[in-house]
């Protein structure tokens, strides 16, 4: 993959850097703020960024922000953020960049905490399925972003399994993981996904694409 790495912290950026190209791929941009990140998304077209929340100059949400205007104008671009802090109206407003245009999903979104990333090999997972137009999120990202949910919640035609399944969904994990996380068949999580979609009003398409709208609707509704 070609990977664009924006973190103001140097250690960890290099870091980074060494942890994916040891991993066969290619770095094409290492940036310390928000605007060589759009600039280095421009210029690249990466398959993944990886971001920070907070970088120069005030070290708050730049790097959520530039996320969010790189994929304006780069549209689909995947980008990983990866962070101590969960900026949770940020983080809003880089997920709602996935609901499709023109028919078309948007591409993969992820969003990881520095602390809870507890092994190099689901960090490189992570990267690979949000490059794939996957959606990874945190747990404790899910959690707060739920605390936002409106009084108009349109997962209120789900069941209670349904609802654990596509909270499941939301953190990355394919139907089988979910499976073994509730020790039940693959087949039935199957069933539970198909309902979720039909109960969502999500209508037969590409797979994925009825996965991100699925959790795009867990996390904003």
Do not use: C, W
Request: proline share 5%; glycine share 8%; no cysteine.
């Amino acid at each position: 993959m070609r990977v664009v790495i924006a973190d103001d912290a140097v250690l960890l950026r290099e870091g980074i850097v060494r942890l994916l190209t040891e991993n066969g791929h290619e770095v094409v941009a290492a940036v310390g703020d928000g605007t060589a990140l759009v600039e280095a998304v421009v210029a690249h077209q990466p398959d993944v960024s990886i971001v920070d929340v907070r970088m120069p100059p005030s070290h708050t949400d730049e790097g959520l922000r530039a996320a969010v205007e790189a994929r304006r104008l780069v549209p689909r671009t995947p980008i990983l953020v990866l962070s101590q802090y969960v900026e949770v109206s940020y983080a809003d407003d880089l997920l709602a960049t996935v609901k499709p245009t023109g028919g078309t999903a948007g591409g993969g979104i992820g969003y990881l905490l520095k602390d809870r990333v507890a092994a190099i090999d689901d960090f490189l997972d992570a990267v690979r399925r949000v490059a794939n137009g996957g959606t990874v999120l945190d747990p404790e990202v899910v959690g707060q972003l739920l605390v936002r949910r409106r009084r108009d919640d349109p997962l209120r035609g789900l069941t209670p399994r349904e609802r654990e399944v596509l909270g499941l969904m939301a953190e990355g994990r394919s139907n089988t993981a979910i499976a073994r996380a509730l020790v039940v068949s693959d087949g039935a999580v199957e069933k539970h996904v198909r309902n979720i979609f039909t109960k969502l009003q999500l209508p037969p398409d590409e797979e994925q694409h009825r996965r991100v709208l699925a959790v795009l609707a867990y996390l904003q509704g």
